[in-house]
């Protein structure tokens, strides 16, 4: 099971409050409005305001894109971590009002940890004591920080850089290439890396390193320039039609007059493609960095098949859109996020269970979003549920001789006698498939954008009071689906 599960719900979305602005809730009162004033006060005002907010990390990846190329060509090596040092600060410092000594005061004592875990004359093992200590950094800030809008806005960029500390620290223990390339330089060019030390994704110090153009890499390339052009406009393309539905879905789409659960679906929905806005935003800077993962999978995968359009895989829409399974959702939500908890807190808790390592992954990922019922509560819940499905496909697999598992069978399966187009793995496979739409209904109409609380983030009572609305559904979904695990 260790290719399924992830953290969900990441905090990278605080950032861009504009797409909030108190002009966008003009139908606060659910009452129905006119297109046309729709579009001048939601799609007009968003339009406006966005080509500004994305400029500077398109322009500033861009720039250490063209100095990293002249650099590996005619400068020293070191060039290359302060020109990802001084974009990272000015983004930094453009993007983060209030808040950023919290990230500045990390750095010192988690450099001073990484370099002492690396003596091999240490006993205690202070690769792990690190991680702790950052983690626990991450709880401490949060409880000092008595600005909840603060805390809000810079906890998704200190997340970031604590995955980076944590896969640096675990990293330099097991692979002698990144613990002799560590150093000043090298430590703080990866952390404030401005392809993604604001938005994410998390990337491991090896790509960091990676993303140096190599030597014989040609200044200027007609079909490396124009694929790149394109890929960062495809990225832009979709990030900002996301922006757009999520700013601008509940002001046409619901009214006092909808039915409640499709007025949480499109609650649910706008939540996702918030989501999705940054993921495609980070994608994009990503790419104009010049960080691919075209190459990293296999030609068949679907992050391949993703890569080769858009250059760089953070989030698969149409995985989650069209669910297969929950764990399948929560694979693509985040690909990145999903390979840093496999990598570096799945496989280590393995061996002792995989419940306990799926549940612990789980608690791990919540401890990173910090002390919010909202996200604990819908990780676990879908930390829960995705032990409990994928034990019942694969009983009902096994039962069956059918093509039910969460892996899916490819082509023609030699291992079941019932094929994916069999009439009973359909009706399986499609059960399972709308149980995990009514989950992203139920865990995501939490996530309101048109609520006052998206600020400073959402209290206890909201959540129950929307799930309560859905009959906690979802839930007594999870206790049935215990029961029958254990029953079968």
Not at 423 to 444: D, K, P, Q, R, W
Request: net charge neutral; aromatic share 16%.
């Amino acid at each position: 099971m260790e290719d399924y599960y992830d953290n969900t719900y990441d905090e990278n979305e605080d950032l861009y409050d504009f797409s909030y602005d108190d002009n966008v809730r003009v139908v606060a009162d659910g009452d129905s409005i006119d297109w046309r004033d729709g579009y001048d006060s939601c799609v007009s005002s968003s339009l406006v305001q966005v080509p500004t907010f994305i400029a500077p990390f398109i322009v500033a990846n861009i720039v250490l894109c063209m100095i990293s190329k002249v650099q590996v060509r005619f400068l020293p090596s070191f060039m290359f971590h302060l020109s990802n040092i001084s974009c990272g600060l000015y983004l930094l410092y453009n993007s983060i009002d209030r808040g950023r000594w919290y990230l500045f005061q990390l750095l010192a004592p988690a450099y001073l940890l990484l370099k002492l875990s690396t003596k091999n004359s240490q006993r205690i093992r202070l690769d792990l004591v690190l991680c702790v200590f950052c983690i626990a950094y991450l709880i401490i800030c949060e409880i000092y920080e008595q600005n909840a809008e603060v805390w809000h806005h810079i906890r998704g960029v200190l997340m970031i850089v604590v995955m980076k500390i944590i896969s640096l620290a675990l990293d330099s223990k097991s692979d002698g290439l990144v613990k002799s390339q560590i150093n000043t330089l090298a430590f703080l060019g990866y952390i404030c890396c401005p392809a993604n030390c604001i938005f994410g994704p998390w990337t491991s110090f090896r790509d960091y390193m990676e993303s140096q153009p190599k030597k014989n890499a040609r200044l200027l390339s007609l079909t490396p320039t124009a694929k790149y052009i394109y890929q960062i406009a495809f990225n832009l393309t979709f990030a900002i039609l996301c922006l757009l539905f999520s700013n601008c879905a509940q002001v046409f789409l619901i009214s006092d007059y909808t039915w409640k659960w499709l007025a949480a679906y499109v609650v649910a929905l706008s939540f996702r493609t918030s989501h999705y806005f940054v993921s495609f935003l980070s994608q994009a800077t990503m790419v104009s960095a010049g960080y691919s993962t075209e190459n990293r999978h296999g030609s068949k995968s679907t992050v391949s098949k993703h890569s080769r359009v858009f250059g760089y895989t953070v989030v698969l829409p149409w995985n989650i859109e069209l669910p297969y399974s929950l764990i399948h959702v929560v694979v693509a939500w985040n690909v990145p996020m999903h390979n840093f908890l496999k990598q570096y807190v799945f496989r280590v808790l393995k061996p002792y269970g995989t419940f306990t390592a799926v549940f612990l992954t789980y608690v791990t990922s919540s401890l990173l979003h910090g002390l919010n019922f909202q996200l604990w509560a819908t990780l676990l819940t879908l930390g829960i549920w995705s032990y409990v499905e994928y034990n019942i496909r694969k009983k009902l697999a096994h039962i069956f001789s059918a093509c039910v598992a969460v892996g899916k069978c490819n082509g023609i399966c030699a291992k079941h006698k019932l094929g994916r187009t069999a009439a009973l793995s359909i009706v399986i496979n499609f059960t399972f498939c709308c149980l995990s739409f009514i989950h992203l209904i139920y865990l995501g109409t939490i996530f309101d954008a048109s609520s006052e609380l998206q600020t400073e983030g959402f209290s206890f009572w909201h959540a129950v009071q929307k799930w309560q609305e859905l009959h906690y559904l979802s839930h007594w979904i999870l206790v049935l689906g215990l029961i029958f695990n254990w029953l079968i």
